[in-house]
């Protein structure tokens, strides 16, 4: 679920705060790094439990509807469609799901309006109106609806995510990513589906997991290393002139390209660059790419790139 990008980015925001703290405790920080990746995941658990929520929404409204004391032909005899969404389905009986809703909290249920306000939005919408009234049924029709309704009314929905970043700091940045994941998910689900249908792992591969923990470590314990060719490098800058967040931008790539055999120079160089848009000034893209630029070509003259493969340093 997670890519080597949102790991980065764990990264680099656990390093901050922890330079930014009086803290030297490395295990403890570690400790912070897996409660973090643990969070990301509890996010994706909670926007599918969100979905399984909307169906059981929609069915309580049906039975209120039945139970009018003046019911109209329409409750008497609803469209359940909705309610029988065969992803839907799947989702509600999902073991692996329904284990994560056992054991580990969800907030949905501190805030049943949230819900029902985005149940109204959704039955009030043209996408809602045009797959319920179309007769045709199928499974391939019934998982398309669920991606665009989720896509349309809850991966881009701010109500839904200032709810959650209230309940854990660590999901401000978790949304886009989980949500892709949501939609892979569902976009997972054939007809020959059952209750044993595997929600996404965390990590694509254990590699994954070492890497996170490798680049956290690595960078920390040579901080100063790092730091020292940052300022010999960007000769025109001391060091109280490069900002904390660029300076550990820099120490992380320079980091990758020292420690990780398999990652191609380009890639970092790439990675951090995008990174750098996000989490620091509009000057900082050029300058983090000029002084890597020439740490590559440094360590390229004292031989201390090591990447296995051809093609890896270019």
């Given at each position: ?53 909307l169906k059981s929404l929609a069915e309580q409204k049906i039975e209120m509807g039945k139970n009018k004391l003046l019911p109209s032909q329409e409750d008497l005899d609803p469209n359940t469609k909705f309610v029988d969404n065969q992803v839907l389905n799947l989702l509600s009986q ?221």
């Open positions: 679920m997670l890519n080597r990008r949102h790991i980065r980015i764990k990264v680099l925001q656990l390093l901050y705060a922890f330079f930014h703290s009086e803290s030297d405790d490395l295990m403890k920080l570690e400790r912070e790094l897996d409660k973090s990746f643990k969070k990301t995941h509890d996010l994706y658990i909670h926007m599918l439990v969100l979905l399984v929520n999902n073991l692996a799901l329904l284990e994560k809703v056992e054991s580990d909290p969800i907030y949905w249920d501190d805030n049943p309006e949230i819900q029902s306000k985005l149940l109204r939005q959704i039955q009030d919408s043209d996408l809602y109106e045009d797959y319920m009234k179309n007769a045709k049924s199928s499974f391939i029709d019934d998982r398309k609806f669920i991606s665009a309704l989720f896509a349309e009314f809850i991966a881009p929905n701010e109500d839904l995510h200032s709810f959650l970043q209230e309940k854990s700091i660590y999901w401000s940045d978790d949304f886009a990513s989980v949500n892709l994941a949501v939609l892979k998910t569902i976009k997972s689900f054939k007809l020959e589906s059952d209750k044993y249908a595997r929600m996404l792992p965390l990590f694509k591969s254990d590699d994954d997991k070492q890497y996170a923990s490798n680049l956290l470590k690595r960078t920390l314990v040579n901080s100063t290393e790092y730091k020292k060719y940052i300022v010999e490098t960007a000769s025109n800058w001391g060091e109280d002139r490069i900002s904390d967040m660029d300076q550990l931008i820099m120490q992380m790539a320079i980091c990758e390209l020292l420690n990780f055999e398999t990652i191609p120079v380009k890639v970092t160089l790439n990675e951090y660059i995008e990174v750098s848009k996000d989490y620091s000034s509009q000057k900082s893209k050029v300058f983090i790419n000029g002084v890597i630029d020439k740490l590559v070509i440094r360590f390229k003259k004292e031989n201390k790139l090591k990447k296995i493969g051809r093609g890896l340093v270019e």
